[in-house]
Each structure stands twice: as structure tokens, then as C-alpha cells.
């Protein structure tokens, strides 16, 4: 179970980045919201995980269940970090293409 919901976290992860910088990249940076509902979502998501799984360890020791909550905790800092990657992409690759398009024409 553990296992699986680390692999949510990374694919929820990926999920924002490429949808977040996709939609900003092809209709602009408003539609960077879009990731922000995406981000809302997974992270609703995580939670009811999290109170699922912490219902079920009952008979664990103490050390496996905060051991379980931290990884829950971790998958929340991998998809608010994944929202702020596709931002700071974003932003590197609008100054790149810019760069790339003005320089033909100062030169011709």
C-alpha cells in the first residue's frame, strides 16, 4: 500500500508539471490556475489516503505509523514542488524562445 502511494505522489507530480506548463505554454500564463485545481485535487486525494491508511495500521507500532504519515507528508512537498517547477520552466523557457526570436531580427 505504502509503495503505491508513493508512486501517486510522483505520478501525481509529473501529472501537474506537464499539464500546468502545457496549458501555460499553449494558452498562456492564466491558464497556469488550471494546475492549481490539479494540485487542490491530488493533494484532496492524498488526504483521504492518508486517513484510510492511518484507520487501517491501528495495531502498528508508533514508529510505523509516524513513519506513514511522513510519507504522506512527503508526497504533499512533491506535488507543491512540481507546481512551482513548472512554473520556474515556464518562465525559463519564455525567456529562451523569447531570446530566440528577437535575435534573427536585430540582425536581418
Same mark, same amino acid.
Given at each position: 500500500?505504502?509503495?503505491f502511494?508513493?508512486?501517486?505522489?510522483?505520478?501525481?507530480?509529473?501529472? =501537474?508539471? &506537464?499539464s500546468?506548463?502545457?496549458?501555460?505554454?499553449?494558452?498562456?500564463?492564466?491558464?497556469g +490556475? @488550471?494546475?492549481?485545481? !490539479?494540485?487542490?485535487?491530488?493533494?484532496?486525494?492524498?488526504?483521504?489516503?492518508?486517513?484510510?491508511?492511518?484507520?487501517t495500521?491501528?495495531?502498528?507500532?508508533?514508529?510505523?505509523?509516524? =513513519?506513514? &504519515?511522513?510519507?504522506?507528508?512527503m508526497?504533499?512537498?512533491?506535488?507543491?514542488?512540481?507546481? +512551482? @517547477?513548472?512554473?520556474? !520552466?515556464?518562465?525559463?523557457?519564455?525567456?529562451?524562445?523569447?531570446?530566440?526570436?528577437?535575435f534573427?531580427?536585430?540582425?536581418?
Amino acid at each position: 500500500m505504502i509503495e503505491f502511494v508513493i508512486l501517486l505522489g510522483v505520478i501525481g507530480g509529473w501529472i =501537474i508539471v &506537464a499539464s500546468t506548463l502545457f496549458m501555460m505554454l499553449a494558452l498562456g500564463q492564466t491558464w497556469g +490556475l @488550471v494546475g492549481v485545481a !490539479l494540485l487542490v485535487g491530488f493533494i484532496l486525494i492524498n488526504h483521504s489516503l492518508k486517513r484510510k491508511y492511518m484507520r487501517t495500521i491501528v495495531d502498528a507500532t508508533p514508529r510505523a505509523k509516524a =513513519i506513514a &504519515a511522513h510519507i504522506f507528508e512527503m508526497n504533499e512537498l512533491i506535488l507543491l514542488s512540481s507546481y +512551482l @517547477v513548472s512554473l520556474i !520552466l515556464y518562465e525559463g523557457i519564455q525567456k529562451y524562445v523569447e531570446i530566440i526570436i528577437k535575435f534573427p531580427h536585430a540582425l536581418g
